[in-house]
DNA sequence: ATAATAATAGTAATCATTACTGATAACGAT
DNA sequence: ATCGTTATCAGTAATGATTACTATTATTAT
């Protein structure tokens, strides 16, 4: 894979926040210091760095895809109400019932759901 | 809520399979029943099935939601090569975590991922 | 420096899902 | 049993996140 600008800028960006950005996020935050930078570009590097495991990918109820660049193996909580997705670190333990199926497991995504200190007031 | 031939048709359907379809597929199968159902109807029932907890919904890495008429606590195995869903009927550990953290739990999605052993040859 | 080609910007296309609209059906009240 | 209210429907149009396409630009091996 060449270098590209475009590239190591999303990357930094993802690796420098501790929020979980969409794509348009992490666009918006792009064209400050690249202007002219396409969303089909923050697209295609996203999927890029996902499949090299560089950044996490999360499927939400929302519709949209965020991305996390914490790759450290973690579960998610989402608040129903506001929609914050905080980061657990202690990960749940793997079912045995896995390794007992003869299962290969490359990885996990575990969220739970809920409401958040502030929204649960 | 009223009663509905076509909802009635759609719940059976999703309870009455061990695997996890989406609205398409259940939309084909009950065409078989009810010819002129809308796909639009199947969608808005998925929905309203979702949200009173009667189904669950899976959002896979596809892009297309995934519906499961089992409701008891299980997770998930999803096969990277072949798309096939497993139930794994032994939950994961809730990390202890979320408790410390003052979150309020209302659900959970645990998806696991890998090669099944279909697959894994 | 040059050639080969990966990566980009900008735009068009895709496609799962949702919204809309006039017709139909469920069901409590009469 | 009929009526009126309105939830639900079928059919279709719209939405919006994501992906594909194309001519141009930039990286890197030689």
Known sequence: MRYSRQRELI???IKGRKDHPTADMIYQSARELEPNISLGTVY?????LSDDKVIITLETEDKRLHYDGDTSRHSHFICS????????????ETPSEIKEAGLFVTGEKCVYYGYCTDCNN
């Open 11 to 13: 990357t930094e960006i």
């Open 44 to 48: 295609r590097n996203l999927k890029l």
């Open 81 to 92: 109400k506001c929609g914050k997705i905080i980061d657990l670190f202690k990960p749940s």
